[in-house]
Every structure is written in C-alpha cells, then in structure tokens.
C-alpha cells in the first residue's frame, strides 16, 4: 500500500492540487485521484471495487467519489432481470470504500486494514439503475483512540439524493 507521502506529494499533470497549510512545505497534496491512484490505497478488486475517481478531497475533512453505474456489473443479472437496480448493501458499501480513502490517508496513524463495521440511520430516496453517475460525499464526524471513526454519508444520483447515513469504521490488526 502506497504511504501518503508516496500518494500526495507526487505532482501529475493530469491532477488538480492545492498546496498544504505550510506554504514553505514543498509538498502538494491531491484533491483528486484515478482509479489507478485508488488501488493503490484501497485493496478492493473487481468486482468489488466500486469507486471510478475521487473527484475532490480534503485530508482529514471530506471525500467525493465517483461510481459509473454500468449494466454490465455482475449484480444486475439477478437484481432484477428485467429491471436492473443497484442494490442498496453496494451503494453503503461504495461509500464506504470512499470513506477508506480518507481513513487510510489520516496522518499520525499506523498502516492497517480500515474495516466498514457499522451504519446508522441509513435511508434509500431513489433507485439507482445502469447509466446512472453516483456522486458520493464522505465527511469524517471523528476518530476515536486512532482505531475508530465515524463519517456522515451521502449519495446523489443527477442532484438527487439516492441514500444517506452514518458509516462507521474499524482499524483491524
């Protein structure tokens, strides 16, 4: 797993970035990042990596994610045949997975597995179909003893919102 040294302070030239608190710091941290970028921090593999890009990241504060919902996933042959919806458990999970990006990247914190180990107040609005472009925000809420931590959730699929919750993490040894 790359460090978040390795991961921010590389300048591409296809990735937005903004400089970090310390103006006389030469290091540049991302605030977006490919699906290459993505494996490199998350061990999610297909088919259970659900997140394309991050389109903008805050250390420590927030992530957006991007899913391109494509009817070519695995799940949509039995969910439902004839009337393909994203199940709701991937959606969570998708979060979730955005979420990681922002708990394995937190400074001041030993390598591990961030596991997703609980959701609160979780709530569907809309159905999410192939063609649609799921835009996820993640805010950490807290971390805890630097083993726990807790992150408001939001999905939103063409400025409507598709589900909403608090996800919850563990770090596992």
Same mark, same amino acid.
């Given at each position: ?48 990596? *659900?997140?394309?890009? +991050? ?29 393909? +919806? ?14 990681? +990006? ?10 591990? *597995?961030?596991?997703?180990?609980? +959701? ?13 472009? @799921?835009?996820?925000? @993640? ?35």
């Amino acid at each position: 797993m790359s460090t978040l040294t390795e991961v921010n302070t590389t300048n591409h030239a296809n990735s937005e970035s903004v400089p970090t608190e310390n103006s006389q710091d030469s290091a540049i941290v991302k605030s977006t990042f490919t699906v290459e970028e993505i494996q490199k921090l998350l061990p999610h593999r297909y088919p259970f990596a *659900l997140v394309d890009k +991050i389109i903008d990241y805050v250390p420590g504060v927030r992530a957006v994610g991007i899913k391109n919902v494509t009817f070519n996933e695995p799940h949509f042959q039995g969910h439902f045949p004839g009337r393909p +919806i994203m199940p709701g458990v991937l959606i969570v999970e998708a979060m979730a997975q955005v979420g990681g +990006i922002i708990l394995v990247q937190l400074p001041d914190i030993e390598q591990g *597995l961030w596991m997703f180990t609980g +959701i609160d107040q979780v709530k569907f609005r809309r159905q999410v179909v192939p063609g649609d472009r @799921l835009v996820m925000t @993640l805010e950490l809420l807290w971390v805890k003893r630097r083993r726990f931590g807790k992150m408001q959730a939001m999905a939103e699929v063409d400025g409507q919102k598709a589900c909403s919750g608090e996800l919850t993490f563990s770090m596992v040894d």
